[in-house]
């Protein structure tokens, strides 16, 4: 069964940030298949929740934390599966230090 995936406010603002550089930088049809590549990643997360990568888990010592590439998108979501849904606390690019990015909290 489903889950419904719901983004944090960190990975909203991360995704708004790809977007924006996508639209100045590459145009308007990259920055639409960044966003269509998303939500096939959080279609994809919705149904098969145990498939992201734990590669980060250890290191961040968060041991639920599972990771999604975004195809030909240089972005990963980072999300943990709850009871009831599919937590998306970061949608990073895969250059950045990865776990220094995670460490930063929105609070929620």
Known sequence: MAKPVVPREL??????????????????HVALSFVDALERAYRHLSRHPASGSSRYAAELN?????????GRFPHVVFYVETEECIDVWRVLHGARDIPAWMQETDGT
């Open 11 to 28: 990975a909203n603002l991360d995704v708004d940030e790809a977007i924006a550089h996508y639209l100045s930088e590459a145009g308007d």
């Open 62 to 70: 968060l041991p639920h934390l599972r990771s999604w590439p975004l």
